[in-house]
């Protein structure tokens, strides 16, 4: 080894080391998106379940249930939509399907404060009830909301 290439190989990885690091954090942020966005999307198909299977009409119920099967993801007050439909027949009026939509803003732990950057989670299930005859007219599913 010569003498002017000490530390040679200390002077490589610090040069390194950051970009390596940057990775990582990019690997373990992109992995945290998606845990979030299952947790989502299983809350919205565990209320959709829960309006049409149970019978459920009250949104607000609905609501609650996909809060407490959002697994630790703190959802604002607008953040979950519940729609209700229903159809009128001779017996009078009974729900046609739960449409359940969660709209969650996700802030990157590793880039959100730096770039202030934020990006908008859908998650959205719709479940019919099992009581609605298929003949049944309701108005069509929206597509956005």
Known sequence: MWRGERGQALIEFAIIL???????????ELGWYFVIRIALSNAATTGAEFAAYE??????????RVREAANGVKLGSGDIIVLIASYQDKKGIKPKYALVQINYTYRPLVTGN???RTVTIKARAIRYYPSAPETAEFEAIPQTM
């Not at 950051?18 to 373990?28: K, M, S, T």
């Not at 019978?55 to 609650?64: F, K, N, S």
Request: net charge negative.
């Open 114 to 116: 730096l770039f202030r």
């Open 55 to 64: 019978g459920i009409t009250d949104p607000d119920l609905v609501e609650e």
């Open 18 to 28: 950051p970009l390596l690091i940057f990775i990582l954090l990019g690997i373990a």
